[in-house]
């Protein structure tokens, strides 16, 4: 698997994300969908990786500056193909260790309360994140689940 920073041009990356916000939509209501559209994921703030395997895009995630010395993981998602093949996994612990370069010293986020969320939770889980408060501009929301970690 090869992990490496998307300048988002690709088709097949554009199609990801924008496969992943509609079905953000078709899962939570409106007001608890905050995952990041294309324009917002090329913020500076921003950063995105993709996975590729054998040539293919197998998934993203992203990590945004939202202190000094904290960072928010967005837009993790698999490419359906590759489901249950340590894609998350793999970019969740490359944006763990990409955190760290960066001298953050926590990492949160926030992800959904619905049944379809409970893989990410568990993998956050698995990864030593915790529940915690919001955080950042976020608000208690029954959709969602906030999770951090000191890193």
Not at 2 to 17: A, F, N, T, V, Y
Not at 136 to 144: C, G, H, I, L
Request: proline letters at 6%; glycine letters at 6%.
């Amino acid at each position: 698997m090869e992990i490496r920073i998307d300048d988002l041009s690709g088709k097949e990356i554009q199609q990801l994300l924008f496969d992943h916000l509609k079905n953000m939509h078709e899962i939570s209501p409106p007001e608890s969908v905050h995952a990041l559209d294309l324009s917002a994921l090329q913020h500076p703030d921003v950063t995105l990786w993709s996975a590729w395997i054998d040539g293919e895009l197998a998934g993203c995630g992203a990590l945004k500056k939202i202190g000094p010395s904290h960072g928010e993981i967005k837009s993790m998602r698999t490419s359906p193909k590759f489901i249950r093949r340590g894609v998350a996994a793999n970019l969740l612990a490359h944006i763990i260790q990409e955190s760290r370069t960066l001298a953050f010293s926590r990492l949160s986020l926030e992800t959904g309360t619905e049944p379809e969320f409970e893989p990410a939770r568990r993998l956050y889980q698995r990864f030593g994140f915790e529940e915690c408060e919001p955080f950042a501009d976020y608000t208690t929301d029954p959709n969602s689940t906030f999770f951090t970690q000191v890193i």
